[in-house]
């Protein structure tokens, strides 16, 4: 079977590369344009593309994924099965392109979190358990008809960051199983209605913004710290300090009673800096002041007075 894989990030990679493991025929890898990143504006090349040239693929970048020229170049290839892992949505004549249509690899469990942000929302919302599914893509975003999921279980303590890992790799088995059973035709296909409980909605994940991850201390101190994990490392909870953002990337909650205004802060300006929430407190262990590098909390307490 010839497969056009589609995907950007680092995640998409570990799934491009248990294909390749598993003796798939990849025909072309579609993935982001170049483009300048960092203070030098260095031109910085996608994580897929850098694998895909490393392995002698044949690599497209498009800016327009509806431009004609890309269309042809896409259709020469001959795909049978297109594959997508951490891309942007496509246009209808790209997703409906190939014979056995395009499935789309998505960490979570839907139909519960669809869109940009599944696993930090997922953690976010305090969830006890998340997981990966493929699907065929159709027109609505994420609501395509389920083929396979994975679960795992939750601790209740994990970073989005650390969940990004566990899902990247449980996630690039559960692909190539997929695409198995794509080639062998022996696959159910599952409406996303028909996996929700009657009269339910589904719970979504969408993108997340700067504005969204400004922390409010006047929630109980467990949402908070699931916040504060469920954006970590990035785009990372913050909250004002001496004037300047200040980002949480790992912090402690304690269900002692704060007696402080929520936000204040209690510090012995060596080991601990703990601010009030509206039931306990949240006690900040990794951190980083807006200027700063990124930083342990001792160490931060080393060169900052409060």
Same mark, same amino acid.
């Given at each position: 079977?010839?497969?056009?894989?589609?995907?950007?990030?680092?995640?998409?990679?570990?799934?491009?590369?248990?294909?390749?493991?598993?003796?798939?025929?990849i025909?072309?890898?579609?993935?982001?344009?170049d483009?300048?990143?960092?203070?030098?504006?260095?031109?910085?090349?996608?994580a897929?593309?850098?694998?895909?040239?490393a392995?002698?693929?044949?690599i497209?970048q498009?800016?327009?994924?509806?431009?004609?020229?890309?269309?042809?170049?896409?259709?020469?290839?001959?795909?049978?099965?297109?594959?997508?892992?951490?891309?942007?949505?496509?246009?209808?004549?790209v997703?409906?392109?190939?014979?056995?249509?395009?499935?789309?690899?998505?960490?979570?469990?839907?139909?519960? /979190?669809?869109?940009?942000?599944?696993?930090?929302?997922v953690?976010?919302?305090?969830?006890?358990?998340?997981?990966?599914?493929t699907?065929?893509?159709k027109?609505?975003?994420?609501?395509?008809?389920?083929?396979?999921?994975?679960?795992?279980?939750?601790?209740?303590?994990?970073?989005?960051?650390?969940?990004?890992?566990r899902?990247?790799?449980?996630?690039?088995?559960?692909?190539?199983?997929?695409?198995?059973?794509?080639?062998?035709?022996?696959?159910?296909?599952?409406?996303?209605s028909?996996?929700?409980?009657?009269?339910?909605?589904?719970?979504?994940?969408?993108?997340?913004?700067?504005d969204?991850?400004?922390?409010?201390w006047?929630?109980p101190?467990?949402?908070?710290?699931?916040?504060?994990?469920?954006?970590?490392?990035?785009?990372?909870? /913050?909250t004002?300090?001496?004037?300047?953002?200040?980002?949480?990337?790992?912090?402690?909650?304690?269900d002692?009673?704060?007696g402080?205004?929520?936000?204040?802060?209690?510090?012995?300006?060596?080991?601990?800096?703990?601010?009030?929430?509206?039931?306990?407190f949240?006690s900040?262990?990794?951190?980083?002041?807006e200027?700063?590098?990124?930083m342990?909390i001792?160490?931060?307490?080393?060169?900052?007075?409060?």
């Open positions: 079977m010839k497969i056009v894989f589609m995907g950007t990030p680092q995640f998409a990679v570990a799934s491009l590369d248990e294909l390749i493991k598993a003796g798939s025929n025909v072309g890898v579609v993935t982001a344009p483009k300048p990143a960092g203070r030098g504006q260095k031109v910085s090349e996608s897929v593309k850098q694998y895909a040239a392995n002698g693929l044949r497209l498009p800016t327009n994924l509806k431009d004609p020229d890309f269309l042809a170049e896409l259709r020469s290839l001959d795909a049978d099965l297109q594959v997508v892992v951490a891309f942007r949505m496509l246009p209808e004549e997703w409906n392109m190939p014979d056995k249509g395009t499935i789309n690899l998505h960490a979570s469990l839907l139909p519960n /979190y669809r869109g940009a942000a599944p696993l930090n929302w953690l976010i919302n305090g969830e006890k358990e998340s997981g990966v599914t699907f065929f893509l027109h609505e975003i994420d609501t395509g008809n389920v083929l396979f999921t994975e679960k795992v279980t939750l601790t209740g303590h994990e970073t989005a960051g650390e969940l990004h890992d899902l990247m790799n449980k996630g690039a088995g559960l692909l190539v199983k997929t695409v198995k059973a794509v080639e062998s035709g022996r696959y159910n296909e599952h409406p996303q028909s996996l929700l409980a009657e009269g339910a909605e589904p719970k979504t994940a969408p993108k997340i913004y700067k969204d991850c400004k922390i409010n006047n929630q101190a467990k949402n908070i710290y699931n916040f504060i994990r469920g954006l970590s490392p990035t785009p990372a909870a /913050y004002a300090l001496n004037g300047k953002t200040f980002k949480i990337y790992k912090a402690e909650h304690q002692t009673e704060p402080l205004q929520p936000g204040a802060f209690l510090t012995d300006n060596k080991t601990h800096l703990k601010f009030a929430a509206q039931d306990g949240i900040v262990t990794n951190v980083q002041l200027g700063k590098k990124r342990d001792a160490e931060f307490l080393r060169g900052v007075k409060l």
